[in-house]
């Protein structure tokens, strides 16, 4: 089985969606990662894990959507975001169109902190309509999993952490030389129980919030270790569920 939708022919396709119907989706975000990861870090990591748990769990993955909910880096060049709607109504169609072949179980896999409100708004909508999906995210998985492989401050936006998961899947992209530490102050307005609409550049000037330069390879395998097997198990046990069990319930 070819694990890649897009490397397969239609016939291939047809032959998996025929006995099959779960797939994976990842979706990331093309935004500034500090001044030494590629913009693309979101969606290169969201695609990497995607592959492999989808490889283990023997079910199809999509190419990844590189392009999330990031406005709020666009002060920082190259920042390439979507709204919270287009997004919304992209993803839904996308998993509408999969549904078409009768994949009533979608595993999205988000590389990107700014998707997920309205991932979990479309997982909702799409359940009224007889399809499952499920939203992991990578950095919940690993902060549950590896707890002391990484500090708080190591476990924020480009740092460490992130850091890490790149050294490993790409390092020639990753230039530790100008990997940096910054304290990122809390900002007057916020406060317990607020959230306030603020942008990366009202906390950071490179763009990294809290430590980076702890990164290595090494960890950076650990994580992808700890998650895509995580991310697999989990897979499996969608697989085998009956659609009977994950559709809404009626009225009592
Ligand atoms: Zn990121």
Redesign the pocket.
Request: no cysteine; net charge negative; proline share 0%.
């Given at each position: 089985l070819k694990v890649m939708l897009n490397e397969m022919s239609w016939v291939e396709a047809k032959r998996y969606f025929m006995k099959n119907d779960i797939a994976v989706v990842p979706v990331g975000s093309n935004e500034q990662?500090g001044p030494h990861n590629p913009l693309g870090?979101?969606h290169f990591i969201a695609r990497e894990i995607a592959k492999r748990a989808a490889e283990q769990a023997g079910v199809v993955c999509l190419e990844v959507v590189p392009f999330g909910v990031s406005s709020h880096h666009r002060q920082f060049w190259g920042t390439v975001h979507v709204s919270a709607r287009t997004l919304k109504k992209y993803m839904r169609e996308v998993c509408l169109a999969l549904n078409y072949y009768g994949v009533t179980k979608i595993v999205v896999v988000n590389?990107?902190g700014g998707n997920f409100a309205v991932l979990s708004e479309l997982a909702r909508d799409l359940r009224e309509r007889g399809i499952f999906m499920a939203v992991f995210q990578w950095w919940h998985a690993a902060g549950e999993l590896l707890p002391e492989l990484f500090t708080r401050d190591e476990r924020r936006?480009?740092s460490a952490e992130?850091t890490s998961v790149n050294l490993a899947l790409r390092p020639k992209l990753v230039d530790m030389k100008k990997a940096t530490d910054e304290k990122v102050p809390d900002h007057p307005t916020e406060g317990a129980g607020n959230t306030v609409p603020l942008d990366a550049v009202d906390f950071t000037k490179c763009g990294v919030y809290g430590k980076s330069t702890t990164a290595s390879a090494r960890k950076g395998r650990q994580v992808l270790g700890a998650v895509v097997t995580e991310l697999a198990r989990q897979i499996r046990v969608l697989k085998k569920m009956k659609m009977d069990d994950l559709t809404a319930k009626p009225r009592v």
């Open positions: 990662h870090t979101d590389g990107h936006h480009a992130e």
